[in-house]
């Protein structure tokens, strides 16, 4: 988001624009940060690279069915991870220059806010400078938090899970069920790990829609995934030959123990707010430690904004690039603010396979809107399995107003689904209808064409709020 603000109101809007940013590394720290932030660095990027060697070993696993012998293959972690980081640390002199030709400078240090018109800068070389400007924009991202029980210090984060030197030969337990739990696990798995999933729910990707959470679950199982639901992680002894002890209390209740080779939380992310001098200049903060604004990014000080995940409001890349986007028009346009439309935000969590979803889910559909609504279900082995053998179902789903005929929400579960919903995307942006689906012609063979053949409702549901889609 940052990035994007800057480039945008320099490049677009003439602005004279400073990006302060920490020096780069591959693991987070108050000294440690790096043009691009958190996806380009130690999140979605190189997340998604690893994704792709764990698929390398499905596509091996499934060739035989299609005649090919490869054998068994062996794989070197260390390999995948040194070119992860030769890309990351493409990327991120990439955008350097993308600021530099932008004709934004970038000042390399750490920013502290000393009033609503000052940062001070401690830089690199360790002076200090002072940088006045008309507005400042926060952009500062997340940070991941670990659980609070005795030996947390031995659990590692996704920013360390990146830059592992080998993957343990032993158990590794991951600790969560969000995105990035679910996602280290397949691609641990993947590569060969012993992984033992470990979370509080019943279900993993809790806020997803329930019939694709069962989904996912399933199929993480069906992959040797090892899950734990219902447990409750209380802490972690280190060994003398360097193996942890996990000590947890399982879905009864009752104290439990599992020997492991490493334990990672992914146990949430948290706004990095603090010890920039936000308070100090009396900017209001959440009580998770939020940037609050309003719909235009505004906080309570004038000419103090903020973007992105440190305002804790849809934590996702595109939408703090959209956020920087509507921040520069507002600051340096022609006078008129601009809001970001948070309406129909596309998302995918890279399991294997991925999910991805665009609009609401059926409980929140039920839950927001009024109204009948018809559920279409599809449920089946693709094609390409048939010949691979693998016991893996697609799950494909469109939720319709039944009144407005407006296509309220689209889920899928297998394999391409995040580039499948993405094009879908742009449909419920336009309000597009279930007629409009239906009169599309579809791609054959595909899985895609499936969300334009639906004809039969698998059931009706009955919305309980006030809301009403309106077409445009």
């Known amino acids: 988001g940052g990035v994007r603000a800057s480039r945008v109101s320099a490049q677009l809007y003439g602005a004279k624009v400073a990006c302060v940013e920490l020096p780069f590394g591959f693991i987070a720290s108050d000294d440690v940060g790096g043009a691009g932030g958190t996806c380009v660095i130690r999140g979605c990027v190189p997340k998604k690279l690893l994704v792709y060697g764990a698929h390398v070993a499905e596509e091996l696993r499934d060739a035989a069915g299609f005649g090919w012998s490869v054998g068994e293959g062996q794989h070197d972690w260390s ?38 018109h000052t940062v001070e800068v401690a830089t690199v070389d360790g002076g200090k400078r002072r940088l006045k400007a ?70 993993v990707l809790r806020g997803f829609d329930e019939e694709c959470r069962a989904q996912v679950t399933e199929n993480l199982a069906k992959r040797d995934i090892k899950l734990h639901p219902g447990c409750n992680p209380t802490k972690i002894d280190k060994q003398g030959d360097g193996s942890y002890v996990l000590h947890f209390k399982d879905a009864s209740g009752t104290e439990a123990s599992m020997a492991c080779s490493l334990v990672m939380m992914a146990t949430g992310r948290a706004p990095k707010s603090m010890n920039i001098g936000l308070q100090q200049v009396g900017v209001s903060l959440g ?106 179902k ?14 309220v929400g689209v889920h899928m579960v297998g394999p391409d689904s995040p580039e499948i919903i993405q094009g879908i995307a742009i449909a419920l942006k336009g309000h597009a209808t279930k007629k409009q689906f239906d009169s599309t012609v579809g791609v054959h063979p595909s899985a895609a064409e499936e969300f334009v053949t639906m004809r039969t409702p698998t059931r009706r549901i009955k919305g309980t709020g006030t809301q009403t889609p309106s077409k445009m």
Do not use: C
């Open 79 to 116: 390999t995948l991870v040194k070119n992860k980081a030769k890309e990351v640390e493409r990327l991120n002199q990439t955008y350097k220059n993308i600021m530099k030709n932008a004709g934004v400078e970038l000042v390399e240090g750490r920013g502290t806010l000393v009033d609503a």
């Open 134 to 203: 008309k507005n400042i924009l926060i952009a500062t991202g997340g940070v991941v938090t670990k659980l609070n029980i005795p030996g947390a210090e031995h659990a590692i984060t996704s920013d360390e899970a990146l830059s592992l030197e080998a993957l343990p030969k032993g158990p590794i337990v991951v600790l969560g069920s969000g995105y990035i739990a679910v996602e280290f696990a397949g691609i641990f798995g993947g590569l060969g790990g012993d992984v033992h999933l470990m979370y509080r729910a019943d279900k």
């Open 287 to 392: 009580p998770n430690g939020a940037v609050m604004v309003d719909r235009h990014s505004r906080t309570n000080v004038p000419n103090i904004w903020a973007i992105g995940d440190v305002t804790n409001r849809i934590n996702l890349t595109p939408v703090a690039l959209m956020e920087g986007m509507a921040f520069a028009k507002s600051a340096f346009g022609n006078g008129e603010l601009a809001a970001p439309d948070y309406e129909n935000v596309p998302s995918a969590v890279f399991s294997q396979p991925p999910l991805a979803s665009v609009g609401y889910s059926e409980e929140e559909a039920i839950q927001k809107l009024s109204g009948d609504m018809d559920v279409y279900v599809s449920k089946f082995r693709p094609m390409k399995y048939t010949l691979s053998g693998r016991d893996e």
């Open 394 to 407: 697609t799950l494909m789903k469109l939720i319709v107003h039944v009144d407005t005929d407006i296509v």
